[in-house]
């Protein structure tokens, strides 16, 4: 005979300090959890609250308002007869913990604190909370207000599980499943059956594999249900919370929510028999000797059970079956993350559109082809009858209670606004093909020339100082060539903002428009960018994007979307057009940084995925490109990055806050925490490489002869 469950876990779109807002997005997944049959429903890390308040989870009035919303949920109907894992920050003994409440019936059974605390990457948890200790429970007295609520005085606090009529379950929260001991072992082995895991875990590309392996693996050798849940959005900084809510059992995936989504709220359910789990356990004997010799758990009980009432005569009750795990491709996820992410920023920041420098440049480019492609996903939505897409979309538009987008080149003509500023340097082709691309997207474009503005800056100079800068081309020297290649770079950032500022008013619409920028993540580690240029911008999709990944991006967009002046794009030489073009000089991006684009790509990796210094990534790249370079021909590479990385350090302060979507993003204000003011001369490691060099090529020279 069986005991078929069905559980509900979930992927909500929270925003920081909503706490409204956040409110009605967990009462909805709670209704939507129980109208498909579910007893069990999980929500994300720090609903409540939303995840990235950051340093107001140091202030009182966070706990206050979580307590509040809380209270709302406890009254509510919503609460009945269902067993609910909700996330929110908790002070107990005025000490702040990230927490997991779990309430039955409009009670609370317990509070589960998190025991491993997220604090690398992104992460800075242990600056707000504090690690609970394994296996360890204590008294927490509820606050007076939720005493009147729920007639208690003290519920649990501490690692401990909940006993139901028919089953276990245990909490495990985020970063406790990717540490080496994670709860679920143990609790497995003590008997628990369901294990809920609150997360709120962020998109980075080729990311999704390891947390679903992850998942599987507790699993596939210890059994069990497992419930992971995620926040889904931009809930107020750079990161994108990419959802792909799940249920697992038993090693396989059994439901699998969008990663990717305009749905503020999303509900995976699941009908399991809990029978497969006790078979799978039982058929490894070594499994029942260390169970034995397992430390038990304090058991909350609840006189409640997940089963279905009428499982043994309702034939119509079908367990949920396997199912393979489903991954975007690379190119994908930067079509539909970065989107996402772009269109929480603009219908929650309140403004009236998106404003684009748009250059003729491939990054540029991707740029605009990922706001095409936001609009092309609220067309979707609006299709399917997304209320909140529609009334957000209704808004932007100009406030037509009766519009609906259907068109995403109309939509974005009303929202997505384009300008080609050109100067002498700039040539026909890229003129050409930034007003061809924003003709098939759809924006709102502009094309002008600015070289009477950058005359005036020159002239301005030379009549302030009586001397005339040239380019290098006219025989001007370096710095005279970089300052006036940097004056064009400037006078676009102030132009940007000032069309930002006034092209809705000249269409007559209402509000300003937020600055899009387009410096890929290897221009920024490499310092390729001119500080207060067009780098400078409200937020950049692309900031965390590597130039190879953009092109392979913009391939995938062209027949995906169907845009062929995108091969004219991928064609084309990347260049600033900041120096005049001559008959023997076109400038090129990778002839200015003196590396390619590949090799800034593999420099990133080592020296922040692998932690590699100057000597230790010398020493890596021999090995890798040693069948084709010298050692000093290598070590020359490796110490032209490093300087002029660090010589270019500081432009990472000020840096625009850009989608974290790359595991070496040089972001310096949470991510990649560095100097910015280097001894670029390196010369204690720059003479190791010398001499390891050195000593490489002569024992090479000694072998081969």
Known sequence: MGHLITVATCSLNQWALDFEGNLERILESIRIAKAKGAKLRVGPELEVSGYGCYDHFLEGDTYLHCWEVL??????????????DIGMPVMHKTVKYNCRVIVCNGKIVLIRPKISLANDGNYRELRFFTPWVPRKVEKHYLPRMIQNITSQTTVPFGDTVVSTLDTCIGCETCEELFTPQSPHISMGLDGVE???????????????????????????????IYL???????????????????????????????????????????????????????RVASRGIQAVHTPAYERQDVDFELSHPNMDSDTHLVPSKPRAPFY?????????GPACWLWDYLRRSKTAGYFLPLSGGIDSCATAVIV?????????????????????????????????????????????????????????????????????????????????????????????????????????SNTENLALQNIQARLRMLLAYLFAQLMPWCRSKEGGLLVLGSANVDESLRGYLTKYDCSSADVNPIGAISKTDLKRFIAYARDEFKMDILNEFLDATPTAELEPITEDYVQSDEVDMGMSYNELSQYGRLRKVERCGPFSMFYKLVHEWGQHLKPTEIAAKVKRFFFYYSINRHKMTTITPSYHAEGYSPDDNRFDLRPFLYNASWKWQFSRIDKAAEHLEKSEASTSS
Do not use: W
């Not at 294990?195 to 069990?224: Q, V």
């Open 71 to 84: 209270a709302e949920i406890l009254k509510s109907e919503e609460a009945r007869d269902m067993i609910l």
């Open 194 to 224: 369901i294990f809920t895991n609150s997360s709120g875990s962020h998109h980075e590309l080729r990311k999704l594999d390891t947390r679903i392996d992850l998942i599987k693996a507790a699993t596939a050798k210890a059994g069990g």
């Open 228 to 282: 992971y849940a995620n926040q889904q959005g931009c809930d107020g900084d750079r990161l994108y919370y990419d959802g792909c809510a799940m249920v697992v059992m038993n090693g396989e995936i059994i439901a699998q929510g969008s990663q990717f989504s305009l749905h503020d709220v999303e509900v995976v359910t699941a009908t399991i028999d809990l029978e497969d789990v006790r078979s799978f356990r039982s």
């Open 328 to 336: 975007h491709s690379p190119e994908e996820e930067i079509a539909l």
């Open 372 to 476: 095409a492609s936001m609009c092309r996903l609220v067309v979707k939505e609006a299709a399917a009858g997304n209320a909140q897409v529609i009334a957000d979309a209704c808004r932007l538009a100009g406030g037509d209670k009766d519009y609906v987008p259907t068109d995403p080149a109309q939509f974005a003509n009303q929202i997505f606004y384009t300008c080609y500023m050109g100067t002498s340097n700039s040539s026909d082709e890229t003129r050409t093909r930034a007003k061809n691309l924003a003709k098939v997207i759809g924006s709102y474009h502009t094309d002008l020339n600015m070289d009477t503005v950058v005359t005036a800056i020159h002239s301005l100079f030379s009549l302030i100082t009586g001397k005339t800068p040239r380019y290098r081309v006219h025989g001007g």
